[in-house]
């Protein structure tokens, strides 16, 4: 199918990670022109863009005036910008219950997950309000329609995003025209090249498949292709404010 994404201009945040690269690829494959949002990666957004024949922008998402700055300097060098996936976040290793989270901690995850995405899709709709068209691509996860034990302070980010950020978001983007939306992917367990090289352990693979019916992990571009079709004007014209989950009929989480 054709997509209609040909030539047009696409900004992936966190684009040089696991799941960030497989959707530049995806765009890419489709036609588009990529700009690969980077903050500390620089080398890897830059092969990657160069692999692409797109760009490598870097800024730091958690700072205003960074993220701010992000959609015009796309918009100078791709000359034109549709869509935003606000794919950048930040997932805390350590596993820590809420009695012992220090507020450090939750600040900092919610910055890197919640904040950053707010401030990337106010950009990228104050762009969008200028156009009168685009498609935005929030990247939440099923932490926040589960929860994670250990994990709040990122459950309680993607959760924000999938639903209050998200359904408020598509009904103020409805006030731009019907050439505006927005919607989200809730990626589950997803086996990232990071995560395959430092090893999957069966145990952990089988805990984690335990209540989908699909009793595997996801590949990146199973995440990214649900985005790309999010994207497209011709597949999903008619959708907004949809969480599309991508996790192999998830229902739930097994609580230790």
């Not at 995806?26 to 500390?40: I, P, Q, W, Y």
């Not at 994207?231 to 969480?243: E, K, N, P, Y």
């Amino acid at each position: 199918m054709d997509t209609g994404l040909q030539d047009l201009g696409v900004l992936v945040t966190g684009g040089a990670g696991g799941i960030g690269a497989a959707i530049c690829r995806a765009f890419a494959d489709e036609g588009a022109v990529v700009a690969v949002h980077f903050h500390t990666s620089a080398g890897p957004a830059e092969a990657l863009a160069s692999e692409l024949g797109g760009v490598a922008v870097g800024a730091d998402l958690r700072r205003e005036e960074d993220a701010d700055g992000l959609v015009p300097a796309v918009v100078g060098l791709l000359g034109r910008l549709d869509v935003c996936v606000a794919n950048a976040g930040a997932y805390p290793a350590a596993d820590v219950p809420v009695w012992d989270l220090p507020l450090d901690r939750w600040e900092a995850t919610l910055a890197a997950n919640l904040t950053a995405t707010f401030l990337t899709a106010r950009a990228f709709l104050k762009h969008a309000s200028t156009t009168g068209r685009g498609s935005l691509v929030l990247v939440a996860s099923t932490a926040g329609g589960f929860g994670e034990a250990g994990h709040a302070d990122y459950a309680a980010a993607k959760g924000a995003i999938m639903t209050g950020l998200l359904l408020s978001l598509k009904n103020e983007a409805a006030r731009i025209g019907d050439g505006v939306r927005v919607n989200a992917v809730a990626p589950g367990w997803v086996a990232t090249p990071r995560r395959v090289a430092a090893g999957l352990d069966p145990a952990h693979v089988e805990r984690a498949t335990a209540t989908m019916a699909l009793k595997k992990l996801a590949a990146p571009g199973d995440v990214a292709a649900q985005v790309v079709a999010l994207a497209s004007d011709r597949i999903s014209g008619h959708l907004s404010g949809q969480v599309i989950t991508v996790a192999g009929g998830m229902e739930g989480r097994i609580v230790p």
